[in-house]
């Protein structure tokens, strides 16, 4: 379910007649923050791994957790995260490592605190009533995705749909 990136948070207006040139085009534009976290997100995920296997959920999510407020207002603070969102997922893309929606999210959350933007990793069940597919196994099925200001940052916006939430606590 959650093994490649399906997000919608790109700027269509940024890359516009970049597929006739590839990649390398769309990579130009990115600002200096993107490129911070496109050139450090492969070992920002390996961080995330060994805390995430050695403290758990809970001890991982706390320590990604931002120490002092961002004084940004709410529509800049989803479009740094989504910045950082989108030059994560190129990383992702086109480097060697293929990490689920935990691992993702719990990276971008990294990247989030850092820049002193609250956020929430959020954890849904798919929804059966909604027409998404749910596993046709008895095998638990799960997803998780960013939220700054209650704006899905790093997924469709249509997740809550896809994706019944667990409640919060």
């Not at 959920?57 to 709410?74: D, I, K, M």
């Not at 896809?162 to 919060?168: I, Q």
């Amino acid at each position: 379910m959650c093994g490649v990136y399906s997000g919608n948070s790109l700027n269509p207006a940024l890359f516009s007649g970049a597929e006739v040139f590839g990649p390398a085009a769309k990579l130009r534009h990115l600002s200096a923050w993107q490129w911070r976290v496109l050139l450090s997100t492969p070992l920002v995920l390996l961080l995330t791994w060994v805390r995430l296997r050695t403290r758990g959920y809970g001890g991982t999510l706390a320590a990604a957790q931002p120490e002092q407020s961002a004084p940004l207002v709410a529509g800049e603070q989803v479009a740094l995260a989504r910045e950082a969102s989108y030059a994560m997922a190129a990383a992702i893309k086109y480097g060697p490592w293929r990490p689920k929606c935990l691992l993702r999210s719990l990276a971008l959350g990294w990247y989030l605190g850092r820049r002193g933007l609250s956020f929430g990793v959020r954890l849904g069940v798919p929804n059966a009533e909604s027409g998404s597919s749910a596993p046709a196994s008895p095998e638990f099925s799960a997803h998780a995705w960013v939220e700054v200001g209650g704006t899905v940052v790093n997924d469709g916006e249509d997740v809550h749909d896809r994706y019944l939430p667990f409640a919060d606590g």
